[in-house]
């Protein structure tokens, strides 16, 4: 569907967008248009090119690597995450399947006419550069999280940072299939069971998708947070986190 007015409004107050001159945002809004995919959908495919940014505004999208006969979730994004930012960057095949885990809007917007925006406008640069470090931050910190911490650290770290995202109260909601995060969480369905069944003495009661947190801070000793690993473990950079930087930069150009 076109983008309307208050579509174009919602949109270029997005971070990515907000630093773009009107007359770059305006040519970049030019071939662009909102789509919806129903859950299911396949949007990019792993060593294909991509001829649009996508930039989830509603719903929820699973990253997905495959190799031989083996395939794994690497990442869940939420709103308002951007999909496939490296490969047009670079004009270049996916790395990634991405597929949409609920009913979801999407902008998209033509490659070639991003790619060129970036020689055009150093704001908008400056934007792009941003959004990469931020997912570049993100995987570090997956990383890390995967070699540095057993199965079981794994998954309370999860919980305690799912908690604080949903509020802070004692139930957490599971934000996908449990066969999903056993895979984003670098483990078997078998082996995340077990996980949760070692959790017990310790607070936690699972009913379906809905976990209880009994003992949060009996958890956070068998995890150790870390500042270093722990945000936003297994997701895009947050719109929270950018909406923080943008706070810091306006603060320090008014003093």
Same mark, same amino acid.
């Given at each position: !569907?076109?983008?309307?007015?208050?579509?174009?409004? /919602?949109?270029?107050?997005?971070? *990515?967008?907000?630093?773009?001159t009107d007359e770059v945002f305006?040519?970049?809004? %030019?071939?662009? +248009?909102?789509?919806? +995919?129903?859950?299911?959908?396949?949007?990019?495919?792993? #060593?294909?090119?991509?001829?649009?940014?996508?930039?989830?505004?509603?719903?929820?999208?699973?990253?997905?690597?495959?190799?031989?006969?083996?395939?794994?979730?690497?990442?869940?994004?939420?709103?308002?995450?951007?999909? #496939?930012?490296?490969?047009?960057? *670079?004009? =270049?095949?996916?790395? !990634?399947?991405?597929?949409?885990?609920?009913?979801? *809007?999407?902008?998209?917007?033509?490659?070639?006419?991003?790619?060129?925006?970036?020689?055009q406008d150093a704001g908008?640069?400056?934007?792009?550069?941003?959004?990469?470090?931020?997912? +570049?931050?993100?995987?570090?910190? =997956?990383?890390? &999280?995967?070699?540095?911490?057993?199965?079981?650290?794994?998954?309370?770290?999860?919980?305690?940072?799912?908690?604080?995202?949903? #509020?802070?109260?004692?139930?957490?909601?599971?934000?996908?299939?449990? %066969?999903?995060?056993?895979?984003?969480?670098?483990?078997?369905?078998? &082996?995340?069971? /077990?996980? +949760?069944?070692?959790?017990?003495?310790?607070?936690?009661?699972?009913?379906?998708?809905?976990?209880?947190? %009994?003992?949060? $801070?009996?958890?956070?000793? *068998?995890?150790?947070? $870390?500042?270093?690993?722990?945000? $936003?473990?297994?997701?895009?950079? =947050?719109?929270?986190?950018?909406?923080? %930087?943008? #706070?810091?930069?306006?603060?320090?150009? =008014?003093?």
């Amino acid at each position: !569907m076109s983008l309307e007015a208050p579509d174009l409004v /919602r949109v270029q107050a997005l971070p *990515l967008f907000e630093a773009a001159t009107d007359e770059v945002f305006d040519r970049l809004m %030019r071939g662009a +248009f909102l789509q919806r +995919f129903p859950r299911g959908s396949q949007l990019t495919t792993q #060593g294909l090119p991509d001829n649009f940014l996508f930039v989830l505004l509603e719903g929820a999208v699973e990253l997905e690597g495959s190799s031989s006969d083996r395939e794994s979730t690497l990442a869940l994004l939420w709103p308002t995450a951007t999909l #496939g930012l490296a490969s047009i960057v *670079l004009d =270049s095949p996916s790395l !990634m399947t991405a597929r949409a885990t609920k009913a979801s *809007l999407i902008l998209m917007v033509p490659g070639e006419a991003f790619r060129q925006a970036l020689s055009q406008d150093a704001g908008f640069a400056r934007a792009v550069a941003e959004e990469l470090a931020g997912c +570049f931050s993100g995987a570090v910190r =997956s990383l890390k &999280n995967c070699k540095l911490r057993t199965a079981r650290e794994r998954l309370v770290s999860y919980l305690l940072a799912q908690q604080e995202r949903q #509020g802070a109260g004692s139930v957490v909601k599971l934000p996908c299939r449990k %066969r999903v995060l056993a895979s984003l969480l670098g483990m078997t369905p078998e &082996n995340l069971s /077990r996980a +949760f069944s070692s959790l017990t003495p310790h607070g936690v009661e699972i009913d379906g998708a809905t976990v209880t947190l %009994r003992q949060p $801070d009996s958890l956070a000793q *068998l995890a150790h947070p $870390d500042a270093m690993i722990d945000n $936003d473990i297994g997701e895009a950079f =947050s719109q929270a986190e950018r909406e923080r %930087r943008r #706070g810091a930069r306006t603060m320090m150009a =008014s003093h």
